[in-house]
């Protein structure tokens, strides 16, 4: 007789340290979903969820990469099943792209003149002082800042 296939996932050792984080970074992350958006321009109803994601990752990044508090194994599961973007922590380890704060920002296909992002440039060398990004509503994620 075949097994019987469970969903079942098996969480590596010192899944119950970041678990009630992560659960509360969801819990976050449904709420922007459902919030209701009357009254904001079409791109600022996506900000909150850049940014929870941007939290999440931080999280799993700063605990893995920099206080190394957790197993790679653990680490390798939280990106496999989706709580961590991959792509930007893959970013966050390059010089220069330490405080990125999303994908969107460096690709130049998403920016007039194929450029990046207005947040990237530091803030010494900003015309206006105080700009918003119209991706994420990063207020400038430039590693120079």
């Known amino acids: 007789m075949p097994k019987v296939k469970t969903n079942r996932v098996k969480y590596p050792e010192g ?3 970041i678990e009630p984080t992560l659960r509360e970074l969801q819990a976050k992350m449904r709420e922007a979903e459902n919030d209701p958006h009357d009254g904001k321009r079409k791109c600022e109803t996506l900000w909150p969820i850049f940014k929870i994601a941007h939290q ?5 990044f700063d605990l893995y990469h920099r206080r190394k508090e957790i197993s790679k194994e653990l ?3 939280c990106l496999d099943q989706g709580y961590a973007d991959q792509a930007l922590i893959a970013k966050w380890k390059k ?3 330490e405080r990125l704060c999303c ?3 460096i690709q130049p296909r998403d920016h007039n003149f194929a450029t990046t992002c207005v947040c ?7 015309e206006e002082k105080v700009i918003e990004c119209v991706h994420c509503g990063c207020k400038g994620c430039a590693s120079g800042d």
């Open 15 to 17: 899944w119950e340290l």
């Open 56 to 60: 999440k990752s931080r999280y799993l």
């Open 103 to 105: 994908l969107r920002c």
């Open 75 to 77: 680490y390798e599961f």
């Open 95 to 97: 010089p220069g792209y």
């Open 120 to 126: 990237r440039v530091p803030q010494h060398l900003r």
